[in-house]
């Protein structure tokens, strides 16, 4: 038994996929950094050679700790076990979860998913592609086909074609954790994972999460510099390692041309933003009711929607962003002013410790994201399933977006 570090990283490398190459120049990264007594940076790395291996990543070389054929990243026990190993062999003061792979927000994969297309033509050819924008993990076709729609989306596995949805992700973490206990940072290094559906659903399994509104290239998050801040600072708390993580990635890609976008969200606080968000539904909702003024109201939502800051999935807006056009295309709604009011509070306002609390962009065409996105697509992009989570079992957003292509129908 190891003694008692400040932190554990633990690493949940799903790399059976065209991210293998880049998994192992992010192993080599994490090597220029390495273990020490106050920080154990454990990784679990499966990959297409249907082999899985745990490491303990040490200066200047990866020490093997087990041995194992490849697993299916996509099984939420897998990821159980895995915590649960890294928490009894490597105790540590605080932990961290970084899932590494393919990410897509809260939106679950088609039956019909070509995985085959994400394979690796070659490692260093892998390294350069993009992380993708639907998340995966793995199990068979044919098991996916035999799902309902509710139980179908993070981690690309494409050996074993399966992934984890967000609820498979909630339960695997809360499972890991002793009573009472979350993580103390839930780390993303995959796309588009920073959505108010996400944070709703993982909201009791960590204090803060980081993670990307946006895309993230194929070298995701820069872990030499990353952990050798934590090296010099070991008794770092969560929140200030949560701030620079993001803070590294954006410094990180602002030296190139990327557009990319890294925030951390105190999940302590998605309540409120979750609250405001659907008061702003029902304000919405009661607009688009009357018979006076129906059409411009519906006018003045599409146009709130068209200017809004998007990301690779244009269905994923910018929650900050529309709120302010909301409340701009519509000025004399009171309520709906209101309640964008208290969307723009519980994201950015230090004096009340918000839900975003630092937030980092590169390029000219994500300058205006705030730092967490919601769903709001066309019509013909909308998935029934989106009523299964957790954030719309409790609050109105997704009442809206019906509401809203019923209405917007009369128009067509």
């Not at 009472?180 to 009791?204: F, I, P, R, S």
Request: aromatic fraction near 10%.
């Amino acid at each position: 038994m190891a003694k008692t570090a400040q932190w554990t990283w633990l690493v949940y490398m799903a790399g059976d996929n065209n991210l293998e190459g880049a998994g192992k120049d992010d192993l080599a990264e994490m090597k220029q950094a390495g273990s020490t007594d106050d920080l154990n940076i454990i990784v679990q790395f499966d990959t297409e050679a249907n082999k899985t291996t745990r490491y303990r990543i040490e200066k200047g070389k990866l020490k093997v700790l087990q041995e194992m054929p490849g697993v299916n990243c996509g099984d939420p026990k897998i990821l159980t076990q895995f915590i649960d190993w890294g928490i009894q062999n490597y105790p540590a003061q605080h932990y961290l979860l970084d899932v590494w792979n393919h990410g897509g927000g809260w939106e679950n994969l088609p039956a019909d998913y070509n995985y085959d297309a994400i394979r690796s033509a070659s490692p260093r050819d892998a390294a350069r592609f993009k992380r993708l924008r639907r998340t995966l993990f793995r199990s068979s076709v044919d098991e996916i086909y035999q799902r309902p729609k509710s139980e179908r989306a993070i981690a690309i596995d494409v050996h074993s074609q399966d992934y984890l949805d967000n609820q498979e992700l909630r339960t695997a973490v809360s499972k890991a954790l002793p009573k009472n206990q979350k993580l103390d940072v839930l780390g993303c290094d995959a796309c588009l994972m920073n959505m108010v559906e996400v944070a709703y659903e993982m909201k009791d399994t960590a204090d803060y999460m980081v993670g990307s509104e946006e895309t993230e290239p194929g070298a995701g998050w820069p872990y030499d510099t990353i952990l050798k801040g934590l090296l010099k600072k070991p008794a770092m708390s969560s929140r200030d390692l949560a701030k620079s993580i993001s803070q590294t990635y954006g410094q990180y890609y602002a030296k190139s041309s990327e557009a990319t976008t890294q925030s951390v969200l105190d999940l302590g606080k998605i309540e409120a933003t979750a609250a405001a968000v659907s008061e702003l539904a029902d304000a919405l909702i009661a607009a688009l009711k009357k018979k006076t003024g129906r059409d411009k109201t519906i006018d003045a939502i599409i146009l709130a929607r068209q200017y809004t800051q998007k990301f690779a999935m244009p269905e994923y807006l910018d929650l900050g962003d529309f709120a302010r056009n909301i409340s701009l295309k519509l000025p004399r709604n009171a309520a709906v002013k209101a309640a964008a009011a208290k969307i723009l509070e519980s994201l950015d306002n230090p004096a009340k410790k918000a839900l975003v609390i630092q937030n980092n962009t590169s390029g000219a065409t994500m300058k205006k994201a705030t730092g967490i996105s919601i769903y709001f697509p066309e019509k013909k992009q909308y998935s029934p399933d989106y009523g299964d989570l957790l954030f719309n079992k409790t609050y109105h957003w997704n009442q809206f977006l019906i509401t809203f292509f019923q209405q917007s129908n009369r128009l067509g």
